[in-house]
């Protein structure tokens, strides 16, 4: 595999993986990216702002 695929492949598994977290994706019970989303609402409380 050249460089150039290799990349090409790990940015958009970066991207699958960046807008996962960002939609919070949810499986059975549990978030996919729930310590992000824990920080993300925690921070959002402190300050009283929406996320």
């Known amino acids: 595999m050249n460089k150039k695929r290799f990349a ?4 958009i598994v970066l991207l699958v993986w ?8 949810k499986l059975g019970n ?11 609402w925690k921070e959002a409380g402190e300050s009283g702002n929406a996320a």
């Open 8 to 11: 090409i492949i790990a940015n």
């Open 18 to 25: 960046y807008s996962l977290s960002m939609f919070g994706l």
């Open 30 to 40: 549990k978030y996919l990216v729930e310590e992000y989303h824990q920080k993300m």
